[in-house]
């Protein structure tokens, strides 16, 4: 499973790369007419659209989709595909899958190449590269041209995806972190189980009971395990972050008191015992393997690991992340999106197959089913399906209290935030959660570093 907050030092030199290659090959324009091939129609109740099931001649069309993913995504993927060729029998999904790493080293590739691309495809970074390059088709035309709208999606949600008022792919899920927790361990230690008003000392004081510290030291259990990026989303409700501005920061701000009390808090959790190193985290397996062997009782992710949770049976529940002192909760809107090629030959069907996938009775309705992910649309977490509370985790109410708070947290649509934080930002913070610098020293580093980077690049 692909996890949307990968390291950013591999986010940014991944978009390096991409962009210097791509500058080799001649891109085409950008929101380009759209295309004639076949007349797409208004949409069904499915998301496919009438009209758009073969080629100009007749002759049935097979469109490449691309994404990455495990055994279990692509199970769900492969449905998605199943489904919409049984409505649009002359389309013919053929899909180009591979895990993370893999897949975008191919897609580098294929977008420096300027042809073979996906007619769709899958992209958890920052598109406006692709948008320059001419890579990625204008959405707002197809939109308008069958009526498909926009304003099901949660709050944010197409923010990641919009360059110059324009959208230019259709965000399948949100990355918004939740709190899973065993109840099992929860059970042993006489903890009560968390809820959508726990704040950061609620938390605290549940992680003291959780934690198991032996005599000489040695933590046979912690609270809690989190990958040090999940602290974006206390930064923002804390009222901190990296910079004053996303789209053209003039300063750092995460030496403000705001953004300090954020980090001190993950930063003390570590010291204390109370939470693994992101770092060892990693080492172990990552925080699904944690949190399913016991070595932690809490972990903060996003909805990716349910089916595997679920798979192991798992005694398990989520709740929101606790509220920050100020008594303010964000999560984290932009997830990975799908986009079209804008050199497809088939639009009108890569289109019908983009409508499909973003249905509520359609694909997201499948993928909903497979449980890993939070859904992009609000009409899919409030269907009868989705908040069936026999199926687990049980709370699914958690899904419409944390929808309620979703925004983009960091400047990923700002073109060098993949650089800056692959080169300053995390690697400084790093550095605090694995204590070897204490947040007021590490944090006066990081900024100096933002704000002559920001002064080099001219605060573009």
Known sequence: MKIYMKTHMQISALIVIATALAACAAPPTPGSAVPTTAGAGAPTASGATSGATSSASGAPVTLTWGMWGDAEELKAHQAVADAFMAKNPNIKIQLQSAPWDDYNTKLKTLIASGTDLYD???????????????????????????????DDYWPGMLDRVTVDGKVYGLVRDADASLLYYRKDLFDAAKVAY????????????????????????RVTRYALGM?????????????????????????C????????AAVNYF????????????????????????????????????????????AANLNYDIAPIPLTPNGKRVAEAGGAAWHMSAKSQHKDEAWALLQFVQSADGGQAIYAKSGGIFPALKSEVNSPAFQDPNQKPASRSTFDTVGATLKLINPITWKYWDDMSGTITTPGLDKVWALELAPDTAVKDICTKVNAYLAQKGQS
Request: charged share 25%; proline share 5%.
């Open 253 to 260: 701000i995460l030496d403000t008191p705001e953004s300090l």
């Open 267 to 310: 930063y003390g959790l570590i010291k204390d015992n109370l939470a693994m190193k992101p770092a060892d985290l990693a080492q172990g397996g990552g925080d699904s393997a944690a949190f399913q062997s016991g070595k932690v009782a809490m972990i903060i992710q996003n909805a990716s690991r349910i089916p595997a949770f679920n």
């Open 194 to 217: 968390p809820t959508d008003k726990w704040t950061w000392d609620d938390l605290r004081t549940a992680a003291q009971k959780l934690s198991k510290i032996e005599s000489n030291g």
């Open 120 to 150: 769709v495809f899958f992209y958890g970074f920052n598109v406006e590269d692709l948008v320059r390059q001419g890579v990625v088709e204008d959405l707002d035309p197809w939109a308008q041209k069958t009526a498909y709208k926009f």
């Open 227 to 251: 990958e040090g990026g999940k602290a974006d989303a206390w930064l923002s409700a804390s009222g901190g972050g990296y910079v004053d501005n996303f789209s053209k920061p003039t300063k």
